[in-house]
């Protein structure tokens, strides 16, 4: 059965730090890897998807990599601001068009 | 204005009695999804559909039911036979052809009392 861990599951830094949030899965026949954001009591809103063929993929203060041999994938958010402050998830696509999800990790960004 | 809407977006229900949330979209995507999210826990599948007329179950489907009657909609009954319905019920679309991204609703609340 894939799995999909994402750690910590909670992070509080202060407005201004770099940071990195870690998504570890278990199937290597992996299609795609996406990063959402989450919002209390809001829907997902996609931030980066990375093609299993790709290593990553960049949108402005926010970069994901991917690392299938290892099976894992960091999301890295520059210079983080407090309206970054939300759940970030990643979910792992492998066949059928199923996604399995981590369980968030909740990220605090302090002014 | 292109998008998922679903409805409603807080539901109260009873004990013993069905309930239907809507998932409508106008982005002429293909597939459709519900998803079932308990408090600190990721997304799980119920039911998908990559075409009007035919569904699939996810991995928690039991006490669940789906339609699809046409390409822009994809309800969800919560039957009685659903043993713990509490939860926030999210609805997701991808274009068959595309990259994969998935686009969310904002969700149902479903309370029982």
């Known amino acids: 059965k894939q799995e999909v861990t994402q750690i910590p599951a909670a992070l509080s830094v202060p407005e201004g730090e770099n940071l990195v949030l870690n998504c570890s899965f278990t199937d290597s026949a992996i299609y795609n890897l996406q990063w959402f954001r989450q919002d209390p009591g809001k829907g997902l809103t996609s931030l980066l998807l990375?093609?299993?063929?790709?290593r990553e993929q960049t949108s402005g203060r926010l970069n994901a990599s991917l690392d299938k041999s290892s099976g894992r994938s960091t999301l890295y958010i520059a210079a983080s601001q407090p309206g970054d402050s939300a759940t970030y998830l990643c979910?792992?696509?492998?066949?059928?068009?199923?996604?399995?999800f981590g369980e968030g990790t909740q990220l605090t960004v302090n002014p | 204005d292109g998008g998922i809407t679903q409805s409603p977006k807080y539901l109260f229900r009873k004990e013993g009695q069905n309930v239907t949330l809507s998932c409508e979209q106008n982005l002429n995507h293909d597939a459709m999804y519900w998803y079932r999210q308990d408090p600190g826990q990721g997304l799980r599948l119920i039911y998908y559909?990559?075409?009007?007329?035919?569904?699939q179950k996810g991995d928690i489907a039991e006490g669940y039911s789906v339609s699809r009657e046409k390409k822009e909609s994809f309800p969800l009954t919560v039957t009685s036979a659903q043993k713990n319905p509490t939860a926030f019920y999210l609805c997701a679309t991808t274009g068959v052809g595309n990259t994969g991204e998935l686009f969310f609703g904002e969700g149902s609340r479903l309370t029982v009392l």
């Open positions: 979910a792992e696509e492998t066949s059928g068009s199923r996604l399995t």
């Open positions: 990375i093609q299993s063929s790709q």
């Open positions: 559909s990559q075409i009007v007329n035919d569904f």
